[in-house]
Protein backbone atom coordinates (compact mmCIF):
# COMPACT_ATOMS: atom_id res chain seq x y z
CA UNK A 1 0.00 0.00 0.00
CA UNK A 2 1.18 3.21 -1.00
CA UNK A 3 0.38 5.60 2.05
CA UNK A 4 0.02 8.99 0.25
CA UNK A 5 -2.85 6.99 -1.72
CA UNK A 6 -4.97 5.48 1.24
CA UNK A 7 -7.16 6.84 3.37
CA UNK A 8 -6.56 7.40 7.12
CA UNK A 9 -9.15 5.09 7.72
CA UNK A 10 -7.70 2.31 5.56
CA UNK A 11 -4.41 2.85 7.23
CA UNK A 12 -6.22 2.61 10.77
CA UNK A 13 -7.43 -0.81 9.92
CA UNK A 14 -3.79 -2.25 8.62
CA UNK A 15 -2.48 -5.00 10.54
CA UNK A 16 1.34 -4.59 10.35
CA UNK A 17 4.26 -2.12 11.85
CA UNK A 18 6.58 -2.22 8.99
CA UNK A 19 6.84 1.15 6.76
CA UNK A 20 9.58 1.72 4.17
CA UNK A 21 10.26 4.83 3.00
CA UNK A 22 12.24 5.71 -0.17
CA UNK A 23 15.01 8.73 -0.03
CA UNK A 24 17.03 9.92 -2.81
CA UNK A 25 17.95 13.23 -4.55
CA UNK A 26 17.28 15.56 -6.97
CA UNK A 27 20.70 16.45 -8.87
CA UNK A 28 22.25 15.95 -12.38
CA UNK A 29 22.58 12.23 -13.98
CA UNK A 30 24.39 13.90 -17.50
CA UNK A 31 22.86 15.10 -20.35
CA UNK A 32 20.82 11.90 -21.03
CA UNK A 33 18.81 11.14 -17.19
CA UNK A 34 16.54 13.05 -15.51
CA UNK A 35 17.67 14.82 -12.22
CA UNK A 36 15.22 12.71 -10.61
CA UNK A 37 16.99 9.71 -11.33
CA UNK A 38 17.67 8.79 -7.44
CA UNK A 39 14.38 9.22 -5.94
CA UNK A 40 12.99 7.45 -9.22
CA UNK A 41 15.07 4.31 -8.65
CA UNK A 42 14.47 4.03 -5.00
CA UNK A 43 10.64 4.52 -5.43
CA UNK A 44 10.97 1.43 -8.00
CA UNK A 45 13.02 -0.90 -5.84
CA UNK A 46 11.19 0.15 -2.77
CA UNK A 47 7.83 -0.95 -4.12
CA UNK A 48 9.20 -4.24 -6.21
CA UNK A 49 10.56 -4.91 -2.66
CA UNK A 50 7.83 -4.97 -0.90
CA UNK A 51 5.59 -6.76 -3.92
CA UNK A 52 8.08 -9.52 -3.35
CA UNK A 53 7.84 -9.40 0.50
CA UNK A 54 5.73 -12.19 2.06
CA UNK A 55 4.22 -10.00 4.00
CA UNK A 56 2.59 -6.81 4.48
CA UNK A 57 4.17 -3.82 4.62
CA UNK A 58 3.43 0.46 3.71
CA UNK A 59 4.93 2.39 1.50
CA UNK A 60 5.83 6.13 2.50
CA UNK A 61 5.99 9.12 0.44
CA UNK A 62 9.61 9.67 -1.25
CA UNK A 63 12.10 12.38 0.11
CA UNK A 64 13.23 13.71 -3.15
CA UNK A 65 15.75 16.17 -1.80
CA UNK A 66 19.15 14.99 -0.43
CA UNK A 67 22.81 15.66 0.53
CA UNK A 68 23.83 16.86 -3.07
CA UNK A 69 25.68 19.94 -3.10
CA UNK A 70 28.43 17.97 -5.01
CA UNK A 71 26.74 18.47 -8.11
CA UNK A 72 25.84 21.80 -7.32
CA UNK A 73 27.44 23.12 -10.65
CA UNK A 74 24.92 20.99 -12.61
CA UNK A 75 21.41 22.87 -13.14
CA UNK A 76 18.79 22.17 -11.69
CA UNK A 77 20.46 20.05 -8.68
CA UNK A 78 18.81 20.86 -5.18
CA UNK A 79 20.36 19.96 -1.86
CA UNK A 80 19.99 20.73 1.75
CA UNK A 81 22.31 20.39 4.43
CA UNK A 82 23.48 17.23 6.43
CA UNK A 83 21.66 18.63 9.28
CA UNK A 84 18.40 19.04 7.71
CA UNK A 85 18.58 15.89 5.88
CA UNK A 86 19.02 14.01 8.92
CA UNK A 87 16.17 16.11 10.93
CA UNK A 88 13.83 15.55 8.09
CA UNK A 89 14.32 11.56 7.50
CA UNK A 90 14.50 10.88 11.74
CA UNK A 91 11.15 12.97 12.10
CA UNK A 92 9.50 11.29 9.07
CA UNK A 93 10.42 8.12 10.68
CA UNK A 94 8.90 9.42 14.16
CA UNK A 95 6.00 10.07 12.62
CA UNK A 96 5.62 6.99 10.97
CA UNK A 97 6.12 5.11 14.66
CA UNK A 98 3.54 7.58 16.62
CA UNK A 99 1.15 5.73 13.91
CA UNK A 100 2.57 2.31 14.91
CA UNK A 101 4.52 1.71 11.81
CA UNK A 102 7.78 1.45 14.53
CA UNK A 103 9.92 -0.67 12.30
CA UNK A 104 11.04 1.26 9.12
CA UNK A 105 13.09 0.26 5.95
CA UNK A 106 14.54 3.25 4.70
CA UNK A 107 14.69 2.59 0.86
CA UNK A 108 18.09 4.97 -0.70
CA UNK A 109 19.18 5.54 -4.06
CA UNK A 110 22.26 7.90 -3.65
CA UNK A 111 25.02 7.29 -2.51
CA UNK A 112 25.31 10.96 -0.36
CA UNK A 113 22.68 9.63 1.67
CA UNK A 114 24.20 6.57 2.62
CA UNK A 115 26.49 8.16 6.06
CA UNK A 116 23.80 10.36 7.46
CA UNK A 117 20.77 7.72 6.98
CA UNK A 118 23.07 5.07 8.72
CA UNK A 119 23.53 8.01 11.75
CA UNK A 120 19.71 8.27 11.89
CA UNK A 121 18.88 5.12 11.66
CA UNK A 122 21.34 4.10 14.58
CA UNK A 123 19.92 6.87 16.64
CA UNK A 124 16.90 6.19 16.20
CA UNK A 125 17.05 2.81 17.46
CA UNK A 126 18.85 3.49 20.21
CA UNK A 127 16.52 5.84 21.85
CA UNK A 128 13.69 3.46 21.29
CA UNK A 129 11.64 5.69 19.09
CA UNK A 130 11.57 2.84 16.03
CA UNK A 131 13.59 -0.03 14.55
CA UNK A 132 15.31 1.61 11.35
CA UNK A 133 17.62 0.34 9.03
CA UNK A 134 18.74 1.94 5.60
CA UNK A 135 19.55 -0.13 2.28
CA UNK A 136 20.84 1.12 -0.10
CA UNK A 137 19.69 -0.65 -3.58
CA UNK A 138 22.63 -0.37 -5.84
CA UNK A 139 24.80 -1.95 -2.93
CA UNK A 140 22.73 -5.52 -3.02
CA UNK A 141 23.12 -5.87 -6.30
CA UNK A 142 25.93 -8.90 -6.41
CA UNK A 143 28.44 -8.28 -8.85
CA UNK A 144 26.88 -5.50 -10.57
CA UNK A 145 27.69 -3.49 -7.24
CA UNK A 146 31.03 -2.85 -8.78
CA UNK A 147 29.69 -1.08 -11.96
CA UNK A 148 28.05 1.44 -9.88
CA UNK A 149 29.16 4.97 -10.99
CA UNK A 150 26.77 8.09 -11.94
CA UNK A 151 24.24 8.51 -14.27
CA UNK A 152 26.41 5.21 -15.66
CA UNK A 153 25.76 1.63 -16.28
CA UNK A 154 23.51 0.60 -13.31
CA UNK A 155 21.34 3.47 -12.84
CA UNK A 156 20.65 3.85 -16.89
CA UNK A 157 20.13 0.49 -16.94
CA UNK A 158 17.44 0.53 -14.49
CA UNK A 159 15.74 3.76 -15.60
CA UNK A 160 15.34 1.94 -19.49
CA UNK A 161 13.61 -0.79 -17.66
CA UNK A 162 11.41 1.23 -15.52
CA UNK A 163 11.12 5.03 -17.05
CA UNK A 164 11.86 4.22 -20.52
CA UNK A 165 10.49 7.60 -21.36
CA UNK A 166 12.89 9.30 -19.43
CA UNK A 167 16.36 8.28 -21.15
CA UNK A 168 17.21 10.69 -23.74
CA UNK A 169 18.62 7.77 -25.95
CA UNK A 170 20.00 10.45 -28.40
CA UNK A 171 22.22 11.95 -26.17
CA UNK A 172 23.36 8.85 -25.01
CA UNK A 173 26.82 9.12 -26.99
CA UNK A 174 27.13 12.67 -25.42
CA UNK A 175 27.20 11.42 -22.00
CA UNK A 176 29.57 8.20 -22.96
CA UNK A 177 32.13 11.50 -24.44
CA UNK A 178 32.05 13.58 -21.07
CA UNK A 179 32.10 10.44 -18.46
CA UNK A 180 34.74 9.68 -16.51
CA UNK A 181 36.19 6.42 -15.26
CA UNK A 182 35.52 6.39 -11.86
CA UNK A 183 34.89 8.43 -8.68
CA UNK A 184 37.36 11.54 -8.24
CA UNK A 185 40.79 12.23 -7.97
CA UNK A 186 42.85 10.17 -5.72
CA UNK A 187 46.37 9.87 -4.60
CA UNK A 188 47.26 7.79 -1.37
CA UNK A 189 43.61 6.79 -0.88
CA UNK A 190 42.30 10.34 -0.65
CA UNK A 191 39.80 11.83 -3.13
CA UNK A 192 41.04 15.24 -3.61
CA UNK A 193 38.13 16.22 -5.59
CA UNK A 194 34.83 17.81 -3.63
CA UNK A 195 32.41 18.16 -6.24
CA UNK A 196 31.78 16.15 -9.52
CA UNK A 197 32.84 18.73 -12.13
CA UNK A 198 35.95 18.45 -10.90
CA UNK A 199 36.89 14.79 -12.30
CA UNK A 200 33.69 14.50 -15.20
CA UNK A 201 32.90 17.12 -17.54
CA UNK A 202 29.35 16.22 -17.81
CA UNK A 203 28.92 14.68 -14.35
CA UNK A 204 28.66 10.97 -15.77
CA UNK A 205 30.92 8.44 -14.27
CA UNK A 206 31.04 5.19 -16.25
CA UNK A 207 29.46 4.10 -19.56
CA UNK A 208 25.81 4.11 -19.75
CA UNK A 209 25.97 2.01 -22.76
CA UNK A 210 26.48 -0.40 -21.09
CA UNK A 211 23.17 -0.62 -19.13
CA UNK A 212 20.39 -1.92 -21.65
CA UNK A 213 16.91 -2.85 -19.85
CA UNK A 214 17.46 -6.13 -19.30
CA UNK A 215 20.05 -5.49 -17.10
CA UNK A 216 18.09 -3.21 -15.73
CA UNK A 217 15.46 -5.72 -15.15
CA UNK A 218 17.73 -8.24 -13.48
CA UNK A 219 18.89 -5.21 -10.92
CA UNK A 220 15.15 -4.74 -10.16
CA UNK A 221 14.66 -8.28 -9.26
CA UNK A 222 18.06 -8.98 -7.36
CA UNK A 223 17.30 -5.44 -5.47
CA UNK A 224 13.78 -6.51 -4.73
CA UNK A 225 14.82 -9.82 -3.53
CA UNK A 226 17.37 -8.36 -1.22
CA UNK A 227 14.65 -6.07 0.22
CA UNK A 228 12.34 -8.86 0.59
CA UNK A 229 14.55 -10.69 2.68
CA UNK A 230 15.55 -7.28 4.66
CA UNK A 231 11.57 -6.56 5.52
CA UNK A 232 11.48 -9.85 6.97
CA UNK A 233 13.92 -9.84 8.72
CA UNK A 234 13.23 -6.39 10.29
CA UNK A 235 9.49 -7.91 10.65
CA UNK A 236 10.75 -11.13 12.57
CA UNK A 237 13.69 -9.25 14.75
CA UNK A 238 12.85 -9.15 18.22
CA UNK A 239 13.13 -5.87 20.15
CA UNK A 240 13.12 -6.33 23.58
Not at 71 to 86: C, E, I, M, N
Not at 153 to 167: F, N, Y
Request: aromatic fraction near 8%; charge should be negative.
Amino acid sequence: MRLSEATWTAVADLDTDLAVLPVGSTEQHGPHAPLGTDFFNAESIAEAGVEAFDGEAVVAPTIPVGIAEEHRTFDGTLWVSPDTFRAYVRETIESLAFHGFDRVVVVNGHGGNVEALAEVCRRLSRTGDAYAVAFTWFNAVGEHSSDMGHGGPLETALLRHTHPELVHEDRIDEAREGAADRWGEWVSGVNLAHDSDEFSENGVVGDPADGDAARGEELESLAADALASLLTAVETRKLD
